[in-house]
């Protein structure tokens, strides 16, 4: 049976990104932009989504006694099976995930949604779960772009999801030792604020910055916008708290370093879910920066302004590196230089005197002391101009870090006017960089180009590292009939590029289910033996977050 619900619509956008009154607009630059970009012959708004009281979504299918159990455990206030709450969880932010729910379709929802206040609760829901064959899953933010948090019930009874909002404080700050223990619930601008109180940051800025948690961080592998200088979540997580099936278990160390065998905190770190629920975790801080300084450069080429990058994080003098350090290619530079509006255009127009007719842009935030900052910003000028790099100033720097966490507020916007967008990421060594942009790039608009329309691909690097950097893809193109169908067919085309360039499927979207498929050709069968071998262990009855990270065994495999 499909119920059709009246409820009011929730304040945050239930078929989209975050807060409708942070939503973004197009202005008529952009539109024009895109129809002739795209080649379509209009860009109105034909495909809305459909009004709240028309999503589909089924029946619950907990009987009585399991919801009289939850209820028991985490007071009846905190487990829904209110059709809206349900929807609210019926994914992530994936873009197949929106187009399913645009056209009112959440037949997938988890069966009811839990809101745990303690440690103690989520391991006996656990406990529950394990006896009554009710598959879980945890839920952060909903921030996914992978299928990380869809609920798959496949041969289970049920399926739940936990969101874990309730569990949001800080436990534990050491300013001496530098760390700080934190409940997986709390959200970007939570943990800032408690941690800013002290005089710390973590330092970690995804994109989902506004909505994502502690423990999305921490189980997706994830990489902020600055974490070339604060690092990512494997070199800031100290240690981990993780209610499994089986039990609880802590993993990681207050030791500064040990070789107390394998690090089994890796075992949690990335594991999305599929072993346990992450309750907690102990992170290194940094203290406040006191200055932050801006700056831009425009490279000749985007093959010049990678060489910039390599060399500055090889060749330069240790500790220099800027914190935030992007490069876009000559696509994006062109977009944003397009629609950045009557100052972006003044320096394009400088740069072609310059001799820059395709320049790619790079955007570079050094932070803390004023006086340090200056000469690591003076040191790092040197090696931009002998790579061919032209100054810019601050501006467009500054430009970024005012709406760097706009940018999914505009797939709403592109999506309702029928245009598709989807972003992917991997990474490469220096010397199969170049390689690995143009094979990816090239198979998209390929794959994009099968459907009969006209594509577009821009493309910047988003984390550099001694030994190789992030690729990060954005790409457009008209939204076919069956949208689905399109998306999976780029998706596949451009993954598969991926595995045969020798790149990774991902760097920080994590695995989910929709990279799963590609993860035996990055740690091999016996890799794969591994994980299911931890998750036997650690989760024997198969509960937690079904689908997710490791792929399907085959026949023979099994």
């Given amino acids: 049976m499909v119920t059709h619900i009246t409820e009011e619509i929730p304040r945050s956008v239930w078929y989209g990104w975050g807060d409708p009154a942070r939503a973004k607009q197009l202005g008529a630059g952009a539109l024009d932009y895109l129809r002739n970009t795209l080649k379509l012959s209009g860009v109105e708004p034909v495909n809305p989504p459909v009004d709240f009281s028309a999503v589909r979504v089924g029946d619950s299918h907990l009987g009585d006694e399991a919801l009289a159990e939850l209820r028991a455990i985490s007071g009846a206030e905190h487990v829904s099976t209110e059709a809206a709450e349900r929807i609210l969880h019926s994914g992530g932010k994936s873009t197949p995930d929106l187009m399913r729910l645009r056209a009112g379709d959440a037949l997938a929802a988890p069966d009811a949604v ?96 506004q909505e994502a948690t502690l423990g999305g961080y921490v189980a997706t592998r994830s990489a902020g916008q600055a974490s070339t200088g604060y690092g990512r979540p494997e070199d800031l997580v100290k240690s981990v708290r993780l209610e499994t099936p089986v039990g609880p278990v802590e993993l990681g160390s207050s030791a500064p370093g040990s070789a107390a065998g394998p690090k089994l905190l890796d075992v949690v770190v990335g594991s999305e879910g599929t072993l346990g629920v992450i309750t907690s975790a102990t992170l290194k801080i940094s203290p406040m920066p006191k200055h932050k300084s801006y700056g831009a450069w425009s490279f000749p080429s985007f093959e010049a302004g990678t060489q910039a990058m390599r060399r500055l994080e090889q060749d330069g003098v240790r500790g220099d590196m800027p914190h935030v350090c992007r490069l876009s290619d000559t696509d994006e530079t062109a977009a944003t230089f397009k629609l950045g509006g009557w100052k972006t255009g003044l320096l394009a127009r400088y740069l072609r005197l310059r001799g820059q007719r395709t320049p790619a842009l790079s955007l570079f935030v050094w932070e803390g002391d004023a006086g340090e900052t200056r000469a690591r910003k ?32 505009l797939r709403d916007e592109l999506l309702t006017r029928g245009v598709y967008v989807e972003t992917l990421e991997t990474a490469a060594t220096w010397s199969e960089l170049d390689k690995t942009y143009a094979a990816v790039r090239s198979a998209i608009l390929d794959a994009i180009e099968e459907g009969g329309g006209a594509g577009y691909v821009q493309t910047h690097i988003s984390h550099v590292y001694p030994d190789g950097a992030s690729l990060y893809y954005t790409f457009l193109g008209g939204l076919e009939r069956d949208g689905l ?62 689908g997710k990270l490791i792929p399907a065994a085959t026949e023979e495999q099994a």
């Fill in 114 to 209: 839990v809101f745990p206040g303690r440690a103690a609760e989520v391991r006996e829901i656990l406990a529950l779960c394990v006896r009554r064959g009710i598959a879980v899953v945890a839920f952060g933010g909903g921030t996914s772009v992978v299928g990380g948090v869809d609920p798959v019930r496949g041969r289970f009874a049920g399926v739940i999801t936990l969101d874990m909002r309730r569990m949001d404080k800080l436990l534990h700050l050491d300013p001496v030792s530098r760390t700080a223990t934190l409940e997986a619930g709390m959200r970007g601008p939570a943990i800032e604020a408690a941690l800013q109180a002290h005089g710390f940051t973590l330092g970690h800025f995804p994109q989902s910055h």
């Fill in 378 to 409: 003076r040191r790092s000028a040197r090696i931009m101009r002998r790579s061919g790099g032209v100054p810019l100033g601050p501006m467009p720097a500054t430009a970024w870090e005012h709406g760097r966490f706009s940018a999914p507020y």
């Fill in 485 to 546: 169908a399109q998306n999976a067919r780029i998706k596949d085309a451009a993954s598969r590029a991926i595995v045969a360039a020798g790149a990774t499927i991902t760097h920080h979207h994590a695995v989910g289910s929709e990279h799963s498929p590609y993860l035996g050709a990055e740690i091999g069968e016996l890799g794969i033996k591994v994980l299911r071998g931890i998750k036997d262990t650690l989760d024997p009855r198969g509960i937690m977050n079904p």
